[in-house]
């Protein structure tokens, strides 16, 4: 265990391999979704339109194109 900040809020959190806080994880979980579900219904969105239709930052919807 050690002790970090989240690296979204910047709250101090124990933790083990987590780098975001229970808060911030569960606001990435919605956004994954969100994105995974319009791309779903839309495959050839670009990534301007994934960013205006679901609202999600372009900086988390550019990481979920890299994992």
């Known amino acids: 265990m050690s ?3 989240c690296e979204q809020c ?3 959190i124990i933790t083990n391999n987590e780098k ?3 808060s911030c994880s569960q606001l990435q979980l919605m956004d994954t979704r969100k994105v995974k579900d319009f ?3 839309n495959p050839r969105a670009t990534i301007l339109e994934v960013y205006h239709q679901t609202g999600v930052s372009l900086q988390t919807i ?3 194109l890299r994992a």
């Open 3 to 5: 002790i970090c900040n």
């Open 10 to 12: 910047g709250q101090v």
């Open 20 to 22: 975001r806080c229970k």
């Open 39 to 41: 791309v779903r219904s």
């Open 62 to 64: 550019k990481e979920l």
